[in-house]
């Protein structure tokens, strides 16, 4: 057997395995017993509730995964790759359209094979445990505008890599990096005036108790901002949340609709001195940074794949490509961007005990941040007792008793000091 075949497949079958088993010892790992920190939130009926969200939601993933990665595999050795290049190069264009044409009907086929899926995830599970408001036609306007900008961001950032690595030699994967560093950044900027817009309305918050109370907060850690904006979630879901989007004069705050709805003005302002803190404590450009080097290295190990006869063998192919070769190099890469993501997800959880430090230091209100949480926790009926492998391998946030508990450690720890 081709090596590089048995590569893949042992990959494909390898994250298969370890997902099952994650999840399946996440949802054994569930408390039946209420935790103490959430009585009064939790009534037993609604904490039931949480559990069979999360059951719900771990057997239709795992049901979904069984389904596609045998399709994947069966994909791969009957051929499906090069059967899809010859239909891409019998349109006799170049090198850079034919791998539009090879990229894109691999990502619509792929769209509209989980598509069912991401609608029975919306319209049954999440519509059976009050989630969901998302419309048909949200639902499908969501879709065609995703798909545009993929079109229109992921051809043009696609047809740039292709060009670099076809026209400029040895060197094409640092082009490719300093470019897509370059036009990253520059989404970043622009995403929260030109992007999100297309799918969400963000209006100024009104005047009135919460929007003082954040600016007076806000000017006194010196943080300057666009503005405070509403987004109007509500039309997808109950869900709720809050987030800062871009940078410089677009830096702006972005409280959920339906996050207003259910919280005091003191436990909103805790959430956004959290947000807040990530700014200050440099997190953004840490994971920027991150981000950048991340890319660079990709590249440079994807540039020493480029046409691998034993790689384009394995998938069967008849002739080689830089846009096949960019493909497959994504399955032997997988297990790379996996250790990468862990170390991504311990340093992204260390920095969520800081963000909440932060808070509770500045504002001065720890309870209205652990209420805040409590909430939060309630509202998204989130697992309040994961398994340590599901946190250590997927969570990018602490769960919720354990910052709890650091935030009282470090009210403690402040309470002495004054003393």
């Known amino acids: 057997m081709n090596l590089y075949l048995l ?5 494909i079958g390898g994250n298969y395995l370890l997902d099952a088993i994650i999840e399946t010892l996440n949802v054994q790992h569930v408390s039946t017993e209420l935790p103490e920190e959430f009585v009064g939130y939790y009534d037993a009926e609604k904490y039931q509730q949480a559990q069979n969200y999360l059951k719900e939601n771990t057997r239709f993933g795992i049901i979904t995964d069984s389904l596609f990665t045998p399709v994947t595999v069966a994909f791969i050795l009957l051929g499906g790759f090069n059967y899809v290049d010859q239909l891409a190069r019998s349109c006799n264009l170049g090198s850079i359209p034919t791998g539009l044409i090879f990229s894109g009907i691999l990502l619509f086929v792929s769209q509209l094979l989980h598509l069912p899926f991401s609608a029975y995830a919306t319209f049954v599970i999440e519509e059976k445990y009050g989630f969901n408001r998302t419309t048909l036609k949200t639902f499908i306007l969501d879709i065609l505008k995703g798909w545009l900008l993929t079109a229109l ?8 890599v292709l060009w670099f690595f076809e026209k400029t030699g040895t060197w094409a994967w640092l082009y490719c990096w300093a470019a897509v560093t370059g036009i990253q950044l520059f989404l970043t900027f622009i995403a929260p005036v030109v992007i999100m817009p297309l799918f969400n309305k963000f209006v100024p918050l009104e005047e009135g108790e919460l929007k003082t109370a954040i600016e007076s907060y806000a000017r006194s850690r010196g943080f300057k901002m666009k503005g405070v904006f509403t987004m109007d979630a509500s039309k997808r879901s109950t869900k709720s949340n809050a987030f800062f989007t871009g940078f410089g004069k677009f830096r702006r705050i972005v409280l959920f609709d339906t996050l207003i709805e259910k919280h005091t003005v003191d436990e909103l302002v805790s959430v956004l001195a959290h947000e807040m803190g990530h700014y200050k404590k440099k997190h953004v450009i840490q994971s920027i940074l991150i981000s950048i080097i991340t890319t660079g290295l990709m590249f440079f190990i994807l540039s020493l794949f480029l046409h691998n006869k034993g790689l384009f063998a394995a998938f069967k ?30 340093l992204s959880r260390k920095n969520e005990y800081a963000a909440d430090g932060y808070a509770v230091t500045t504002y001065g209100n720890p309870e209205s941040m652990i209420t805040a949480l409590k909430k939060l926790s309630v509202d998204n009926l989130s697992n309040l007792t994961p398994h ?32």
């Open 388 to 419: 340590p492998l599901k946190v250590f391998i997927s969570y990018s946030h602490p769960p919720v008793l354990q910052r709890i508990k650091a935030i009282r450690k470090t009210t403690a720890t402040l309470a002495g000091d004054v003393l």
């Open 317 to 346: 192919m008849k002739e080689t490509s830089i846009y096949a070769s960019l493909l497959f190099f994504g399955f032997l890469y997988a297990p790379i961007e996996m250790m990468l993501s862990l170390v991504g997800s311990m």
């Open 7 to 11: 590569v893949i497949l042992v990959i």
């Open 153 to 160: 961001i992921g051809g043009a950032v696609f047809s740039m």
